[in-house]
């Protein structure tokens, strides 16, 4: 069982930016892939981006159309950390931010993919 713990949110202006942690439980933390999903009031759970397994040959980052070229993952497995920097931020951003460990598909954009889940951090961008 793994456990993820986010932290990092906050309240920011339009245009600024922050960078989100969610730290493992567990050494076996490089076997996950991870990814980023938000949630908006009364809206589904969505895709952020995704970065591989660690132990692969090379290492793959996934964004979603909405976020690239503004956010980027990366992931330190010596203390069991994966990063989310968020750059140029917008209100439409707003959302509560999800960490999520999967062992089965590589920076998948699917909830269903990812089998452990942190219990999120606020992110509120103002105007």
């Known amino acids: 069982q793994v456990q993820l713990v986010e932290s990092g949110g906050g309240l920011v202006q339009a245009g600024g930016s922050l960078r989100l942690s969610c730290v493992g439980s567990?050494?076996?933390?490089?076997?996950?892939?991870m990814g980023w999903f938000r949630q908006a009031p009364g809206k589904e759970r969505e895709f952020v981006g995704a970065i591989s397994r660690a132990f692969l040959s090379s290492i793959k980052t996934d964004y979603a159309d909405f976020v690239k070229g503004r956010f980027t993952i990366s992931r330190d497995n010596a203390k069991i950390t994966v990063y989310l920097q968020m750059n140029s931020l917008k209100p439409e951003d707003t959302a509560v931010y999800y960490c999520?460990?999967?062992?089965?598909?590589?920076?998948?954009?699917?909830?269903?993919?990812?089998?452990?889940w942190g219990q999120g951090t606020q992110v509120t961008v103002s105007s």
């Open positions: 999520a460990a999967g062992a089965r598909s590589d920076t998948s954009h699917l909830v269903a993919d990812y089998d452990y």
């Open positions: 567990e050494r076996s933390f490089s076997n996950y892939a």
